[in-house]
């Protein structure tokens, strides 16, 4: 056996030591030595430039109770506690150059170098977790942390009281652990994680990935505030975000990302002659299907802006579906209808509606063509007495009637008003998207080798694939059936729990729901089973088109999840259990690594259009109605 405190020290000398791990395994070896992992030595390649690349979110970082070399107790997230954290998992009697003492040599580096760059004094932690709880107690971290760390740098040593409570932080970082059968050394894979102020992963390092260099270049740019992009995919455009961003409002040192109005500059397309060719990756058109005219398309992008087309003109079909947010409602689990009155359910994305034979969330229509009275006549929407109501009231407005009659030859009727609208939201078709470039148009360098991975668990271990359908030539993403997730159930049943309000960055309270609503409670939802009155289709909601998912939060019929993260975390415990629970559903056991390259397949079908669709709508002037707005692009 090597003496490891000795051996130590000759790595923070220079010095390579040579040995064999307790299997005998050489994992660097070369005619009888112990190669060195290029972290020991410079960068064998240019460092990348900070700022000039985006970091992709592979997933949240796990929590767990844990104790400090100190002898205090507190948990990974509150030793986060607002810092990028660099987090590497060690144990002190590690005899592999290339394991433990590797992460530990590097780390001192990035400490070090921390510590001498104004910018990110104060923002870095350092954080070296145990997995030997029973030899590396406390006081033993303390004596291994003498050897490596000084007072300059924020480097915490860590352990668990008890091997139960490391296995499920092991577990959700992929950390696979074996032990020889006489106790000795551990045989596992170095990984070291980068972490960023919300507690997602960004960055994975192996032993031949491992160098301070790339670490510090990518704690620079996260520092400078780097939008994260998926490597599927370009960083998105501001045009297809919040206007007022709030991602990261809960930390303290949250900034915000407000976007000015000048932005908001407009450019027409010819959306019904996009209908004509589909994009890749979406099935063509039924051969029967009556395409719309620009004419018609551009009344019902007209229409669409239109708030006199609410009772008291202050609401349109563009307040709820807000073309810079995906056609849905970022900011908004649920919409807010006719004077601030509660509609109980999320605003569904408009992209590729016009392959939707089904629509709202409970299936209750199959024509966009009749689809629209339901928000114009609800009462808790916009809030119109009639049908006839709608239409003498446009009839009298300036201009209307002459756009109508260029549009159709039938003029103003409940039936053209309809497909007017139809005829808008149907040229919102999105396709191409870097998932259809690699998949559908065999471009392997398309897409990352994660999104590839998170395709595999898409349609094999994780069954996503069951109702969110894959053709061989096309994909939409969706059965167009209904289905029990357990979401309306334990809503319907729910009794109202305090809830937690941000009520600035880093301060949050928690709160009665009831004394902070702004209107009256949503009524209960029972789903398919409010259309048919059937009990067996009680809390079903229709499966949703994934196309452009990274860009339609909030999620499921109830806008109760915010993020792809909650979503995936939902589906891999395996859904609410009730009795009508669909049978497809089940626990998942997906490890964190595999849930992130879930997240980044899910990224991966974006359509490369939507700043154009996006430019496209913010065309149409809002205010006062003009006849030029029907005018052919």
Known sequence: MVNHKLCRHFFLLGFLCVTVNAF??????????????????????????????????????????????????????????????VLSF????????????????????????????????????LISLSFDPTHDTPARLAEYAASFRDLRMDWHFVTTDTARELAPILSAYGQTIQRDPSGGAYSHQLRVFLID???????????????????????????????????????????????DNKQGYAQKNYRTRSRALATRRGARLDLAKG????????PPLAATAQLPTATQVNLGRQLFFERRLSHNDTLSCASCHVPDQGFTHHELATPVGMEGRTVKRNAPSLYNVVFQNRLFHDAREFRLEQQVWSPLLAANE?????????????????????????????GLTQETL?????????????????FDRWHFGGDASAVAPAVKRGFELF????????????????????????HNTGIGFARSMQKNPLTTVTVEPGSALAIDPVAIAASEPAANDLGRYEVTLNPADRW???????????????????????TLDAVLAFYNAGGIRNEGLDLRLRPLQLSVIELGELREFLHSLTGDNLEALTRDAFAQPIGNHSSAAAATP
């Open 24 to 85: 005998g395994e050489h994992p660097h070896h070369a005619g009888g030595t112990t190669v060195p992992a290029p972290g020991y030595s410079a960068l064998p390649y240019a460092t990348p430039i900070p700022a000039t690349y985006a970091l992709p979110v592979v997933g949240p970082a796990a929590d767990g109770r844990i104790r400090e070399d100190t002898g205090r107790t507190t948990s990974l997230h509150a030793l986060f506690a607002d810092h990028l954290v």
């Open 90 to 125: 060690i144990y002190t009697n590690c005899a592999d150059p290339n394991g433990c003492p590797l992460a530990s040599f590097v780390m001192r580096q990035i400490g070090e170098r921390v510590a001498a760059t104004t910018a990110l004094q104060g923002k870095v932690r």
């Open 197 to 243: 102020q919300q507690g997602q992963i960004r960055n994975e390092y192996s032993t031949a990935f491992l160098h301070a260099d790339t670490v510090l270049a990518d704690l620079r740019t996260l520092n400078q505030g780097i939008v994260s992009a998926p490597s599927s995919q370009k960083p998105p455009s501001v045009l297809t975000s919040d206007g």
């Open 275 to 282: 209908l004509q060719v589909m994009p890749l990756g979406l």
């Open 382 to 410: 916009m809030a119109n007495p009639s049908i006839g109501y709608v239409l003498e009231k446009l009839r009298g407005l300036a201009d209307y009637a002459i756009d109508f009659a260029r549009a159709f030859p039938r």
């Open 418 to 434: 309809g497909a007017a609208l139809a005829a808008y939201q149907r040229g919102l078709v999105s396709g191409n998207s870097p």
């Open 459 to 482: 349609t094999g271990k994780a069954g996503c694939s069951g109702c969110h359908l894959v053709g061989r030539q096309d994909a939409l993403f969706t059965d167009q059936e209904l």
């Open 540 to 562: 079903r909601y229709k499966t949703p088109n994934l196309r452009n998912v990274a860009q339609t939060a909030p999620y499921m019929h109830d806008g109760s999840f915010a």
